[in-house]
Each structure stands twice: as structure tokens, then as C-alpha cells.
């Protein structure tokens, strides 16, 4: 069966720094593959997805994720964290039955 | 409208009461889909709806859930004689096709079951 493993559950970064989210899927084959963010009092909003080609995939706000079939990881980055980044960020899996699946998210602080 | 639009936003009710949740999905879109998010949890998938194919009720927790989409359009969700474990965020989420299309959220409706 799929799944989706976000391991943080809860990361602190200083404003500025730089930011890695961990998202690993569990699928037999190549899955679709995204991310959303849901800010406070939000709703949920795509960040980028992967479907194939280029393993590294660029989205709004600055974010930037990596596929590596090796690892079955499609992590999260982005070089330079600003306040309003914090948020709730949610990786997803879509697979051949089009259901979306979720990872339990990860919450990212941003301090000054 | 312009978005994915959800009622009521939130909802209190007692355990035991058969409540409603309503999901406006954005015009023109053919996939829907009702997802819950618990407190300090991820988000769980409910059901899924594609145009006029049978509904993928796979992720109903129990059989006191139910949920139906009339006209290909708006879509309800029930859930009867509610126990106070059900209270949590309800969301909606609809895409133009089945596939590589990006969900839309609606804002969800907060149900406490008292």
C-alpha cells in the first residue's frame, strides 16, 4: 500500500536560513508527487508537484524540491527562509487510483 | 465562484446528532474529493468523486459516514449519530480532471461534537 512518512514533525529555522523538508513514499511505481502549504487560517495551497523529467522542481514563493527514486524521497527546500514561511507544510503522493494521499505534516517556525 | 466554498465553516453539535457538511466545488471541475484533518494529525482521505463514476468510498472511517455529490456538482457530507472522536476539520478539494490536475481546498469546516 502507499504512504507518505514526513519524519519532523516540528522544525525551528532563524529567518534567513536555509530549509530542508523530509517527505519519503512508499509506492510501486513512480507516484505523483507534491507539496502544499497551509498557512494559519488558511486553506491548503499547492507549492510544486512532480510528475517526471527533471528531478529537481521549481514552485512558487521560492521553493524547490528534489526527486530521488533511489531514496524514495522528494524533499522540500529553500535557500533563504522568510517569516511569513511559517506555515504547515504537507507532502503528497497520487497514485495510479488518483487518490491523494498525505504525509502527517510537518509545522516550520521561523524565528528573528 | 471563484473557489472551492464549504459550509458552515464551523459546526458544533451533540454526540449522537446526524450532522451535514457541504462542499461548493469550483464550476467546471470534474473531481472532488472530502479529506479530515485531526488535531496534530496529517490529512486523512475520505472519498473521492470522478464526474459520474462510482465514488471511491475507501477511506470512510465507518459506515456512519456517507457522502453524495448530485449533478456532478455540490457535494454533501454526512455523518450520523456523531461521536465526539469525529470532531475535527473537514475538508473539500475539487480539480478540473482526474490525474495530473493540482486540488483546489476549500477552507474547511470545523466540527466539534460535544
Known amino acids: 500500500a502507499q504512504s507518505v512518512t514526513q519524519p519532523d514533525i516540528h522544525i525551528t529555522v532563524s529567518e534567513g536560513a536555509s530549509l530542508e523538508l523530509r517527505c519519503n513514499y512508499s509506492?510501486?511505481?513512480?507516484?505523483?508527487l507534491f507539496w502544499y502549504v497551509q498557512s494559519p487560517g488558511q486553506g491548503l495551497q499547492l507549492l510544486l508537484k512532480?510528475?517526471?523529467?527533471?528531478?529537481l522542481v521549481q514552485g512558487i514563493k521560492g521553493f524547490e524540491a528534489e526527486f530521488k527514486r533511489s531514496q524514495s524521497s522528494f524533499n522540500l527546500r529553500k535557500p533563504s527562509v522568510h517569516w511569513s514561511d511559517a506555515a504547515e507544510y504537507f507532502c503528497?503522493?497520487?497514485?495510479?487510483?488518483?487518490?491523494?494521499?498525505f504525509g502527517t505534516g510537518t509545522r516550520l517556525t521561523v524565528i528573528p | 465562484g471563484a473557489g472551492v466554498s464549504q459550509s458552515p465553516s464551523n459546526k458544533v453539535t451533540e454526540k449522537g446528532k446526524d450532522v451535514e457538511l457541504r462542499c461548493d466545488p469550483i464550476?467546471?471541475?470534474?473531481?472532488l474529493y472530502w479529506y479530515r484533518q485531526s488535531l496534530g494529525q496529517g490529512l486523512e482521505f475520505l472519498i473521492y468523486?470522478?464526474?459520474?463514476?462510482?465514488?471511491?468510498k475507501s477511506g470512510l472511517p465507518s459506515d456512519r459516514f456517507s457522502a453524495e455529490r448530485t449533478g456532478g456538482s455540490v457535494s454533501t457530507l454526512t455523518i450520523q449519530r456523531t461521536q465526539q472522536e469525529d470532531s475535527a476539520v473537514y475538508l473539500c478539494?475539487?480539480?478540473?480532471?482526474?490525474?495530473?490536475?493540482?486540488?483546489?481546498f476549500g477552507s474547511g469546516t470545523q466540527l466539534s461534537v460535544l
Open positions: 512532480y510528475f517526471s523529467g527533471d528531478t
Open positions: 464550476s467546471g471541475h470534474t473531481a
Open positions: 468523486f470522478q464526474g459520474n463514476s462510482a465514488p471511491d
Open positions: 478539494a475539487s480539480s478540473l480532471t482526474q490525474g495530473k490536475e493540482k486540488l483546489f
Open positions: 503528497a503522493v497520487k497514485t495510479g487510483a488518483n487518490n491523494l494521499f
Open positions: 509506492y510501486g511505481a513512480t507516484p505523483y
